[in-house]
């Protein structure tokens, strides 16, 4: 059976390389977006039982919302999220750790099996970090605007309390994901080409 599977993905992979492309980094980006919403709650539980929960984190302002409250690109106020507030420095750690750990894991994953790159780790490497920056400030000023209405939604208006937050968190995350999932395709494509070899005579 197995073996059947993988003939019927050759014959595909080589009749559609760029759907088989695609179809590979989505099956590994949707892998690796489990593995975040398994290392995010955990994380997020951990670090909450330490004061940073309670440190405010709200840098980068662009702005005002449309009640004249201060619009950041990361804003994290102080407070548990729970009693209204952003989840503080606590909640900015752990999005950015269980990030960070799901990108260093797909940047190899996909190298090696969705675009089969040989050369040029470290090149492609340092255009991966760069990319990885602007996105994550570019998410993060997205979350502005759909972020604070789902977790009001979940927690206050429908009344669901510790499940509201976990379900906003989920939902916020899958955003996050989709966003970067549309962007890191085609830099993928990019940085893990590889230069046709020069024939010999």
């Not at 492609?124 to 979350?143: D, E, H, K, R």
């Not at 927690?155 to 510790?162: E, R």
């Amino acid at each position: 059976m197995r073996m059947a599977i993988r003939s019927l993905w050759k014959r595909f992979a080589q009749k559609h390389p760029g759907a088989a492309q695609f179809l590979m980094f989505f099956l590994l980006s949707n892998g690796i977006t489990l593995l975040q919403m398994a290392l995010m709650p955990l994380f997020k539980a951990v670090l909450g039982m330490t004061d940073m929960v309670n440190t405010g984190f709200q840098v980068g302002q662009l702005g005002h919302n449309f009640d004249g409250t201060p619009y950041y690109i990361f804003n994290y106020a102080a407070g548990p999220l729970s009693e209204g507030g952003g989840g503080g420095f606590a909640y900015f750690i752990a999005v950015q750790a269980t990030m960070a750990i799901a990108q260093i894991i797909n940047f190899f994953a996909q190298r090696k099996v969705t675009f089969k790159a040989k050369g040029g780790l470290a090149k492609a490497a340092f255009w991966y970090f760069i990319a990885y920056v602007v996105i994550t400030v570019g998410a993060a000023a997205a979350q502005g605007l759909y972020k604070a209405p789902i977790y009001e939604l979940f927690i206050s208006t429908w009344g669901m309390g510790a499940l509201g937050e976990t379900l906003a968190d989920l939902i916020t995350m899958i955003i996050n994901c989709a966003i970067s999932f549309w962007v890191f395709f085609p830099i993928f494509k990019i940085i893990f080409r590889e230069k046709p070899r020069e024939k010999t005579a």
